[in-house]
C-alpha cells in the first residue's frame, strides 16, 4: 500500500509542488495504523478505500488539507480515535473537515432514519463553512459504488437510490458535471435493474444505427466549421440510460416515443465563435433547429455556473440531434465546477461569496423554522432534484427556477428587495395575480408598491428555498417588533406601579442598567420575551431588579382576563398556565389526537393536530408544546364521511353504531351519487379519539359500508 501512497503523493506534487508532504505522509501513517486490522466487505484491506477516495480529490486537483482529510474520513467514524486526538495531530482545519464527513449513527439518540437525516444536515452544516467536506463525501462514495457487487441485493439498492436522490444532484448544484455522471451511471443499475436493462438493450440493438448517424453529423459539423474558418473539437454520444429513464417518467412515454438520443458536444476557441457556429447551424439548409429547445446558457449561466449553449436541430431525414457549443474554460468548468480552479495559497476563502454554496446556506435557513430531522431530508431531496423552468425578464435575462415556481419567487429570484414589495405581475403581457405559476418561456415583469410587503399567506404559494427564507424571515422580524412593543407597554404599566407604590426614584438610564445586569443581552430582547411571554415578571426577577423592594410585598402584574371558555383547562401549554385557548376549525382536534399550539394576535392560542397541512409553514417561534390534561372529559365534536350501499336499514345500522358507543348525534345527511351508493355526512359527539376509533372500527367492518373519512367540522 505505501507504493500506492507515493504514487498519490507524486500525482499531488505534478500540480502542487508546494505541498505539504509532511502532512500527506502523517495522515497516511496515522490511517493505516488506525485500520490495520480492518478489511472492506469486498476482503481487501481498508486502508485502499481512503486511497481511492485521496486518489479521486486528486484527480481534481484539490490541496493537501483535503488530502490528508481524505486519508483520515473514516477514522473517527470507525475506529479508537476521537475527533480531539486528529484535532491534536492535524490541527483544527483537518479535524474540522474529518468531523463534517463523520456520520452520527453511533449517537443513541437517532433512529436509523433520524441519524442519516441528521448527518446530511450536519455535512452540509460543515460544508457551508468549508466545501471540502463535501469534495471528500462525494469522492467516498464513488468508491463505495464500485464496490457495491459484493454487498446484498437490498443494501445495494438503498445506497444508490440514495445516490441518486441526494449525492449526484448535490454534485450537480455544485457545477461538477463529471462527478455527478460518474456517480449516476454506476448507480443507476443497481438503484432501477430492470429498466437499466430494458433501456441498456434497446440502446444496444440502436447502436450501429446511432453510430453511422452521429459520424455523418460529425463531419457535417465539421464541415461547416472548416468554412466558416471556426476552430475546435467535436465528439459525440448517445444519450446516457439514466437521462432517457427520467425522461420516459417525466414525459410519461414509452422507450419507443424516444426520438432525441443523439448528442455532440463542439468546443471552439471563443464565446464569439460560439454564437457564429450557433448561427450557422441554424441558417445550414440541411437542418432546421426547433426554436422551443434553443437554450443559452452563456448570456445568462445556471446557478451552478453551467455555460453553453444548446439547440435541436432535425436533419431531413427526420433524425433529431441535440448540440451543444461550448469552449474550453466552459467545458472546465462543467465537468469541475467549484473545483475548477482552486488558490493553493488562499485556504478557502476565495469560495466565500460562491454562489454555488448559497442554495445550501438558504437551505439551512429554512429548515430552522421546521426542525424536525425527517422534515429536512425530504425538504432536500425536493429541492435538489427539482425539474426546471427557465423565465425571462422583459430585458431578456434568463432566471432558472424550480418547476410550480410563482411570481413570488420570481420576484425574489431578481433582488430581496423586489420580492419584499412586489405587489403584481405581468405574465407575457397579462395582467396577473402573484400566486400565478409559471411556465418555461414565460416573459415576466414585477411590479413594486413600497407600501407592499410579505405576508404569512405567501407561504402558500411559494417553491423556492430563497423565497420562503425571505418571506419567513420578514415575518419573524415583525413578529419581534410586536413583542417588543407589547413587552415595553407591559413593563412601563409594571414599572409606574412600582415606583408609586415604593416612591423609588429611579432614573430610565438606571432601570436599564439594571435589566442588563439580570438579562446579559441587550434590552430589546428583554423586552421581546416579555411581550412573547417567553419571560415573566415573577417574584425572583423583580427581586433581582429591584432587590430593595422587600421580597414579600412585590406587587404580581394584574392580567386581564380575557378567557371566552374553558378550553385552557383542558390542555397544558408550554410557558402559560391561562391563556385563552381555541381549537383550529380547519383540523378540527379531538383528546388524543397529538395537538400543537399556535399563538395568534387576536385569538390565543390556536390548537391544531400536528398533521394539519396550515401549520407547515408556520413561525418557529409562535408554536408550543401543548399536551391534553387526561383527567378533564369535555365533548367534541367530529365529522364522518361515509359512502355506503343505497339498501334499507343502512342508516339505521350507522346510527346504531353511535348509540352503541354512547355518542350523540348532532346532525346527519345523505346524497345519493349513484344507482347503488349514498354519500352520508354525519356530525356526532365523542370524548376522545379512542371512542372515535371504535365508531370507526364498527363502521368500516360493517357490510354495506364502502368508505368512513374523517372530515373538519364545516360551521354552519
Known sequence: MIKRFFELQEKILSYHPDANTELLKKAYSVAADAHINQRRVSDEPYIVHPLEVAATLADMKLDEISIAASLLHDVVEDTDYTIEEISRLFGEEVANIVWGVTKISKLPD??????????????IIAMTSDVRVILIKLADRLHNLKTLAVLPQGKRQRIARETLDIYAPIAYRLGMGKIKIDLEDIAFPYAFPEEFEQISKELSNQKKWADIQLHEMHDALQKLMNINKIPGSISYRMKREISIYRKLVRQNISLHQVYDLLALRITTDSVSNCYALLNGI????????????????????????????????????????????????????????????????????????????????????????????????????????????????????????????????????????????????????????????????????????????????????????????????????????????????????????????????????????????????????????????KKSLDKALIKRIFPEIPYLVIP????????????????????????????????????????????????????HRQDCSTITD???????????????????????????????????????????????????????????????????????????????????????????????????
Request: hydrophobic share 35%; aromatic share 8%; proline share 3%.
Open 110 to 123: 437517532f433512529d436509523a432514519e433520524n441519524a442519516k437525516a441528521e448527518t446530511l444536515k450536519k455535512m
Open 282 to 533: 441554424h441558417h445550414n439548409e440541411n437542418w432546421q433547429y426547433i426554436p422551443s429547445r434553443l437554450r443559452d446558457f452563456i448570456t445568462a449561466p445556471k446557478a451552478n455556473g453551467y455555460q453553453s449553449l444548446h439547440t435541436t436541430v432535425i436533419t431531413r431525414q427526420g433524425i433529431k440531434f441535440e448540440v451543444q457549443i461550448r469552449t474550453p474554460e466552459m467545458d472546465k468548468i462543467a465537468e469541475e465546477g467549484i473545483a475548477a480552479h482552486w488558490r493553493y495559497k488562499e485556504g478557502i476563502s476565495f469560495l466565500d461569496n460562491d454562489q454555488r454554496l448559497q442554495w445550501f446556506r438558504d437551505m439551512i435557513d429554512a429548515h430552522r423554522s421546521n426542525p424536525n430531522p425527517k422534515d429536512f431530508l425530504s425538504l432536500v431531496k425536493g429541492e435538489l432534484t427539482p425539474n426546471e423552468i427557465y423565465v425571462f425578464t422583459p430585458k431578456g435575462k434568463v432566471i432558472n427556477l424550480k418547476a410550480g415556481s410563482t411570481a413570488i419567487d420570481f420576484a425574489f429570484a431578481i433582488h430581496s428587495q423586489v420580492g419584499s414589495h412586489c405587489k403584481s405581475a405581468i405574465v407575457n403581457e397579462q395582467m396577473v395575480q402573484l400566486r400565478t405559476v409559471l411556465n418555461s418561456g414565460d416573459v415576466v415583469e414585477i411590479l413594486t408598491d413600497r407600501k407592499c410587503y410579505p405576508s404569512a399567506d405567501w407561504l402558500k404559494f411559494t417553491t423556492t428555498a430563497r423565497a420562503r427564507k425571505k418571506i419567513i424571515a420578514y415575518l419573524q422580524r415583525q413578529e419581534n417588533l410586536l413583542a417588543e412593543e407589547k413587552g415595553r407597554r407591559v413593563w412601563s404599566k409594571y414599572l409606574r406601579s412600582v415606583k408609586q407604590k415604593y416612591s423609588l426614584k429611579i432614573s430610565e438610564v438606571d432601570v436599564e442598567s439594571r435589566i442588563k445586569n439580570v438579562h446579559a443581552t441587550d434590552i430589546e430582547s428583554f423586552f421581546r420575551e416579555i411581550g412573547s411571554s
Open 556 to 607: 404580581q402584574v394584574p392580567l386581564k382576563n380575557t378567557r371566552s371558555d374553558n378550553n385552557y383547562k383542558l390542555v397544558s401549554v408550554e410557558g402559560y398556565h391561562d391563556i385563552d385557548v381555541t381549537f383550529a376549525k380547519c383540523c378540527t382536534p379531538i383528546k388524543g389526537d397529538p395537538i400543537v399550539g399556535y399563538i395568534t394576535q387576536k385569538r390565543g392560542l390556536v390548537l
Open 618 to 716: 408556520a413561525i418557529a417561534s409562535r408554536l408550543k408544546n401543548v399536551e391534553w390534561i387526561e383527567n378533564i372529559e369535555h365533548v367534541f365534536l367530529a365529522r364522518y364521511e361515509l359512502l355506503i350501499a343505497d339498501k334499507p336499514g343502512m342508516l339505521s345500522k350507522v346510527t346504531g353504531i353511535t348509540a352503541k358507543y354512547k355518542s350523540n348525534i348532532k346532525s346527519i345527511s345523505q346524497d345519493k351519487i349513484s344507482q347503488y351508493v349514498v354519500k352520508v355526512r354525519l356530525v356526532f359527539d365523542v370524548l376522545n379519539t379512542e371512542q372515535l376509533r371504535n365508531i370507526y372500527n364498527d363502521l368500516i367492518r360493517a357490510k354495506g359500508v364502502l368508505s368512513v373519512i374523517r372530515r373538519k367540522i364545516i360551521s354552519e
